[in-house]
């Protein structure tokens, strides 16, 4: 499930034009440039109820880190983050 849906969320955030830097864990790390932008994405993320992890704290303040979850969590944070970025 994991190596499924990591590459269908790295490839509809890369599409939507957000760097996604190589994972092998139960997570991609979106790179949004600046962290103001990731800032943005997480709040337009939280609006919607879906939480992931600022990586601020661990001194990349420009990317956030996104859990795979259910088919369904990962469509709905996909969807989210490319109608933020075509927003």
Do not use: Q
Not at 3 to 8: A, E, H, P, S
Not at 15 to 35: H, M, Q, R
Not at 53 to 82: K, N
């Amino acid at each position: 499930h994991n190596t499924l849906w990591r590459g269908k969320v790295a490839a509809a955030l890369e599409a939507a034009g957000i760097k996604v830097w190589p994972s092998e864990g139960n997570f991609v790390l979106a790179d949004f440039a600046t962290p103001a932008r990731a800032k943005a994405a997480d709040e337009a993320l939280k609006a919607r109820g879906l939480i992931v992890r600022a990586m601020g704290g661990y001194g990349l303040p420009a990317c956030l880190r996104i859990t795979i979850g259910t088919a369904e969590e990962c469509t709905m944070v996909t969807e989210a983050l490319t109608a933020f970025m075509h927003g």
